[in-house]
T-cell receptor
Framework: EADIYQTPRYLVIGTGKKITLECSQT?????MYWYQQDPGMELHLIHY???????EKGDLSSESTVSRIRTEHFPLTLESARPSHTSQYLC?????????????FGEGSWLTVV | AQSVTQLGSHVSVSEGALVLLRCNYS??????LFWYVQYPNQGLQLLLK??????LVKGINGFEAEFKKSETSFHLTKPTAHMSDAAEYFC????????????FGRGTSLIVHP
């Protein structure tokens, strides 16, 4: 099991506020990911990173930004939150090996923008 | 490119009955295959994975899946459903190697009736 931690788990904020969702993993994994998931719906990859100073946009366009200054830390930031950003955000990480690139997920951060 | 199709967005079974969740994939190279489970308000947890070797893979909580190359399938089964199995299940495929990002299916919601 990978140890991957997300904070906050639940957050309600007002429109226009800046928010950073924190994600840390203790497994030394090179790759990290952010997925967006509405309740009962599919996962959408919004950002990923292959390592320090590497960030890429995923399949779903997102107004959020990410950074990867340290291997273990991959925060996601919304500069100006809107109600359309209300969703669950899942952070994940995986090893750079040939064994199938197993992804391990955090518990998720539920964001509600009012 | 790879893709995953999960047949049936909802599957309903009675407690004690067989669980069968279907997953078909396409991949240009031999795939690595995964099943994840997601309980309400939580992240995804790895149930089992196929990388190489034995095509029948056993996972946690009594689940197993069989890789059938000729049918490009990786269906998930459990002989006896329990109420606690009610959750969302996601199938994922990766073409292998550490540089690929797995592709997830849209998910299947398993409903277990008493």
């Amino acid at each position: 099991e990978a140890d991957i931690y997300q904070t906050p788990r639940y957050l309600v904020i007002g429109t226009g506020k800046k928010i950073t969702l924190e994600c840390s993993q203790t497994m030394g994994h090179d790759k990290m990911y952010w997925y967006q998931q509405d309740p009962g719906m599919e996962l959408h990859l919004i950002h990923y990173s292959y390592g320090v100073n590497s960030t890429e946009k995923g399949d779903l366009s997102s107004e959020s930004t990410v950074s990867r200054i340290r291997t273990e830390h991959f925060p996601l930031t919304l500069e100006s939150a809107r109600p359309s950003h209300t969703s669950q955000y899942l952070c994940a990480s995986s090893e750079r090996t040939g064994q199938g690139n197993t992804i391990y997920f955090g518990e998720g951060s539920w964001l509600t923008v009012v | 490119a790879q893709s995953v199709t999960q047949l049936g967005s909802h599957v309903s079974v009675s407690e004690g009955a067989l669980v069968l969740l279907r997953c078909n994939y396409s991949s240009s190279v031999p795939p690595y295959l995964f099943w994840y489970v997601q309980y309400p308000n939580q992240g995804l947890q790895l149930l089992l994975k196929y990388t190489t070797g034995a095509t029948l893979v056993k996972g946690i909580n009594g689940f197993e899946a069989e890789f059938k190359k000729s049918e490009t399938s990786f269906h998930l089964t459990k002989p006896t459903a329990h109420m606690s199995d009610a959750a969302e299940y996601f199938c994922a495929v990766s073409p292998g190697g550490g540089s690929y990002i797995p592709t997830f299916g849209r998910g299947t919601s398993l409903i277990v009736h008493p």
